[in-house]
């Protein structure tokens, strides 16, 4: 990184506290409490969020993906086999932020406002975050990176395109009493909106000033993990403990990364789609993620394509090179905020939490198109392509070209799983969880089976950190959080019970967990499936015929469920 580039950084960390003073009344109340009674063993928490992240993408997850930094943290914590998600972007970020359901946080769906409760597009006022709460507790608060929690507005016709490609000066993306300046974090910076150009994001702020330019030479994946690294050398002059929220928006299209990351992986993908997915499943079988016996690699969901016979073979190569390239880049800033940690004497009292807000994505923008927060043009005028067919004019990596990994390398990068983001089938809500607590896990290495939810980090951090959930908060009665605490999974060896019932639903697709069996819909139309995950974790063998009475009584739940947590609206 050049000198122009280090001191814009340097330039966002101290900027976005004093850009904060006008926007900061939900937190005037919280700013003194309990600041001069925090216990000296607090823990650091260090919250990292990847974005569209297959299963077994990371090394330490059966990928070949280079991820050294995430695979150290492994070695040197836990990982998880059943941590769950919500199958998409925006409810998962609402249920990681509240500890709630995604309705009852106030997004169901996405963040366009349909004025129904569970549907508002934004953070519900009876909520709490992460940051509020820890507050409380003495903690400084920051968070770098993807909010898309705000409500957005989809514009249309040539006032969206100008408004999209930088032609116009925009001081706000959204209501700023939404933003994460006015949720909690003393500091941010990161993108409003969903999708970026990773090299000149639309809806970047700081604070709550928009970033009106860059760089030559950015890249949106290292200005997140430079300034998580300037944002820790700021906490670390407190003697408090801090809340950094790192949410990363790689891997999510438009698949876009340096030419230099993109050739390390330009020959990986030439063997295909079945061959990768075969050789993931043996590593995550040898690494102990899963037992052969209880999880097969569920059947390649396009069985009549043949790589052989791939007639787009270099396109399809190239766009899986660029989504490892990205993963790749992330994990490289992901050691940048380790090798701090580790400098300033934090690492060993700093619990680092690591996630995907779902499976791999089997979208391709081109099924979009133009609008919403996808640009026509760059800043600099050149045509933003939306490729229909796969054509070597227009491969993946550039910013010129808006493209995805699809639903084929989808299914692979989901390995073991069956189907992708936005299906609640085990492959759309399967995360890769890492945890790593130096002064907190005794059995390192080791991978955990217990069922475990997004919404469960709430508790969990609570229970670590000390704070205490409230009943009211700045004058509005507070919901309560719906997970468990993993703690005590964490830190015993043997295996412990964390959530007996858990629940999905997102645009008609649907499940319900239950100790080890899983009722599962494709969407609203089709009929109920049912699954043994402790003999079937890949949902290869539908029982629903052969146990009616489990798959009424476990409707019936997921109904009550359903209306308790605002998917049916009142």
Not at 18 to 39: H, M, P, V, W, Y
Not at 497 to 508: A, V
């Amino acid at each position: 990184m050049n000198y122009k580039s280090h001191n814009f950084f340097k330039k966002i960390a101290l900027l976005s506290t004093a850009s904060l003073l006008f926007i900061n009344c939900r937190n005037a109340n919280t700013d003194t409490a309990k600041a001069e009674g925090t216990a000296v063993n607090q823990p650091n928490i260090v919250l990292i969020m990847a974005d569209d992240l297959g299963f077994s993408d990371l090394g330490c997850y059966g990928g070949e993906v280079d991820t050294p930094n995430l695979n150290s943290l492994a070695a040197g914590g836990l990982r998880f086999n059943s941590f769950y998600n919500t199958s998409r972007c925006c409810p998962s970020r609402a249920a990681l932020l509240t500890g709630q359901y995604p309705h009852q946080a106030g997004i169901g769906q996405m963040t366009m406002d349909r004025n129904l409760p569970g549907y508002r597009g934004r953070l519900d006022d009876e909520t709490v975050t992460l940051a509020e709460v820890l507050k409380t507790a003495g903690y400084q608060t920051g968070m770098v990176g993807k909010w898309h929690v705000s409500p957005t507005e989809d514009l249309g016709g040539n006032e969206q395109l100008e408004w999209l490609n930088h032609q116009t000066e925009k001081e706000t993306f959204s209501d700023l009493d939404t933003y994460p300046t006015a949720r909690g974090f003393d500091k941010y910076y990161g993108n409003i909106w969903g999708v970026v150009d990773y090299f000149d994001p639309f809806a970047l702020v700081n604070g709550t000033e928009p970033v009106k330019e860059v760089p030559d030479d950015f890249y949106y994946t290292d200005a997140i993990g430079d300034s998580a690294v300037a944002y820790v050398d700021h906490f670390v002059k407190e003697e408090k403990p801090f809340f950094l929220y790192v949410a990363h928006c790689a891997p999510h299209w438009p698949l876009m990364a340096p030419e230099k990351e993109i050739k390390k992986y330009e020959q990986v993908y030439d063997a295909g789609w079945q061959k990768i997915r075969e050789e993931r499943y043996k590593k995550l079988i040898e690494k102990g993620i899963f037992k052969g016996d209880t999880t097969k690699l569920s059947e390649f969901m396009f069985p009549d394509l043949d790589w052989a016979k791939n007639k787009d073979e270099k396109w399809d190569s190239r766009a899986m090179a660029v989504h490892a390239a990205m993963i790749d880049r992330m994990d490289q800033n992901i050691g940048k905020l380790i090798d701090k940690l580790e400098a300033t004497g934090q690492l060993d009292n700093t619990v680092i939490l690591f996630m995907s807000d779902n499976g791999a994505s089997s979208e391709r923008p081109s099924q979009y198109g133009i609008g919403f927060d996808r640009p026509s043009e760059t800043r600099e005028g050149e045509e933003i392509h939306y490729p229909v067919k796969k054509s070597e004019k227009h491969l993946p990596g550039p910013e010129t070209v808006m493209s995805g990994i699809g639903p084929v390398w989808a299914n692979v990068a989901n390995t073991p799983f069956r189907y992708w983001k936005a299906r609640v089938y085990e492959g759309g809500i399967t995360s890769p969880f890492i945890i790593h607590w130096p002064n907190g896990i005794k059995e390192r290495g080791g991978v955990k089976s217990s069922a475990a939810h997004i919404i469960d980090i709430m508790p969990t951090v609570l229970e670590l950190s000390g704070a205490e959930y409230p009943e009211e908060f700045n004058g509005k009665q507070i919901d309560p959080y719906m997970g468990n605490s993993m703690v005590s999974a964490i830190k015993n060896a043997e295996e412990t019970t964390i959530n007996e019932t858990l629940f999905w639903e997102h645009f008609g697709a649907a499940a319900l967990r239950k100790g080890d069996w899983k009722l599962v819909k494709l969407d609203a139309n089709a009929p109920w499936e049912l699954y043994n995950l402790k003999e079937d974790r890949t949902e290869m063998h539908n029982l629903a015929t052969q146990f009616p009475d489990r798959v009424s009584a476990m409707q019936e739940e997921w109904n009550t469920m359903a209306q308790e947590t605002d998917v049916f609206p009142n």
